[in-house]
């Protein structure tokens, strides 16, 4: 998989909520938060055609979008990488990193431990 830049995952985070678009419906998304061009969002949508992020139905005028990756692939392979890079290998450096520059909830605390014993009580 193309590891998607910043740009790329935004557009792929509209479409994994919208399950398909066009480029006017992401870019009209996209305008509604931050200053961007109609065709820098096309010409960013295309570059995602061909890398093969999204796939394009050509059938009307409007193209429409669909992503090719699920948004739980696409998150597990550059989360992946970022522990590979970033942290040489650890998951424990990652977690403890993120917990030491967030102030997690109780609510959110709780849930880190229900998923801890989850994954200690997982038959091997």
Not at 20 to 41: C, F, M, N, P, W
Not at 42 to 47: A, C, D, T, V, Y
Not at 89 to 113: F, H, T, W, Y
């Amino acid at each position: 998989m193309n590891k998607p830049t910043e740009a790329e995952l935004e557009i792929l985070a509209l479409l994994w909520e919208m399950k398909e678009a066009s480029v006017r419906q992401i870019h009209d998304r996209l305008a509604a938060t931050k200053e961007t061009g109609y065709t820098t969002t096309l010409k960013i949508m295309q570059i995602m055609h061909a890398k093969g992020m999204v796939i394009r139905d050509e059938q009307n005028r409007s193209h429409i979008y669909r992503p090719t990756t699920n948004q739980k692939d696409t998150q597990n392979s550059l989360l992946k990488n970022l522990v590979s890079t970033a942290f040489g290998g650890s998951s424990k450096s990652l977690v403890m990193q993120a917990l030491g520059q967030e102030n997690p909830s109780k609510d959110e605390i709780d849930e880190i431990r229900a998923f801890l014993d989850q994954l200690e009580n997982k038959p091997k």
